[in-house]
């Protein structure tokens, strides 16, 4: 019942969590994409609250470079997390099969 349940809310709460992940995974893509496209001496700006700062090129794809990283490790451990949480799911559901099905014998036997 209750363990269940929890295995249940935290495998949803892990994949809400990957699926933000994967969006910012895509969004860091698109500007390392970007970066990829500029001339070295081209003038980047980073966006620090409500102002613009220039940000050297080479340090801006560096950046990224970690921003995916960090995220493509993240996605990977919440994945390992998800495939945990659903095989002790379905223990516990395979559990509760065998407790409802040892009551059910024990009412038939009586």
Same mark, same amino acid.
């Given at each position: 019942?209750?363990?269940?349940?929890?295995?249940?809310? @935290? /495998?949803?709460?892990?994949?809400?969590? /990957?699926? %933000?992940?994967?969006?910012?995974?895509? $969004?860091?893509?698109?500007? &390392?994409?970007?970066? +990829?496209?500029? $001339?070295?001496? !081209?003038?980047?700006?980073?966006? *620090?609250?409500?102002?613009?700062? &220039?940000? +050297?090129? *080479?340090? !801006?794809?560096?950046?990224?470079?970690? /921003?995916? @990283?960090?995220?493509?490790?993240? *996605?990977?451990?919440?994945?390992?997390? *998800? !495939? @945990?949480?659903?095989?002790?799911? $379905?223990? %516990? &559901?395979?559990?509760?099969?065998?407790?409802?099905? !040892?009551?059910? %014998? /024990?009412?038939?036997? &009586?």
């Amino acid at each position: 019942g209750f363990l269940f349940l929890f295995f249940v809310t @935290d /495998r949803e709460k892990n994949i809400h969590n /990957r699926q %933000q992940l994967e969006g910012q995974l895509t $969004e860091n893509n698109l500007v &390392k994409t970007e970066l +990829d496209l500029l $001339e070295d001496d !081209a003038t980047v700006y980073k966006l *620090i609250g409500p102002v613009l700062v &220039k940000q +050297d090129l *080479i340090e !801006a794809k560096q950046n990224v470079e970690k /921003r995916i @990283d960090y995220i493509t490790s993240e *996605i990977k451990r919440l994945e390992e997390t *998800i !495939a @945990d949480v659903t095989t002790k799911q $379905e223990n %516990q &559901k395979q559990t509760v099969m065998r407790l409802q099905n !040892a009551v059910t %014998q /024990r009412f038939r036997s &009586k």
